[in-house]
């Protein structure tokens, strides 16, 4: 089973940058679907990134152009890169990571998940 730990969420000011890490227990097989989510109270849950593991991706258009989805498998980790932050943004962010060696939506069913990390943008 993949064990996943983010980190790298704080609070940031709009128009601010931060990077999201997700690290991997162990080797993750090369061949993984991977995304990040977010979560706030009171809305649904949101498939902002995922990166499937031949590399294609695949943002929502509330992120695209602002956020960079990228992983090192060397280092087992995945990366959310947050630019042009919004207070729109907060939110618990996720990262879940699914073998696959193909299809990766930001739909698909993922069954590995970390314990999320908080992210809070201030005007």
């Known amino acids: 089973q993949v064990r996943l730990v983010e980190s790298g969420g704080g609070p940031v000011q709009a128009g601010g940058s931060l990077r999201l890490s997700c690290a991997a227990s162990g080797y993750i097989y090369s061949g993984y679907c991977m995304g990040w989510f977010r979560h706030a109270p009171g809305k649904e849950r949101e498939g902002v990134a995922s990166?499937?593991?031949?590399?294609?991706?695949s943002y929502a258009d509330s992120v695209k152009g602002r956020f960079t989805i990228s992983k090192d498998i060397a280092k087992n980790t995945l990366y959310l890169q947050m630019n042009s932050l919004k207070p729109e943004d907060t939110a618990m962010y996720f990262c879940a990571a699914e073998k696959s060696i193909g299809y990766c939506p930001r739909s698909y069913n993922f069954r590995n998940w970390g314990q999320g990390t908080q992210v809070t943008v201030s005007s």
């Open positions: 990166i499937a593991s031949y590399g294609t991706t």
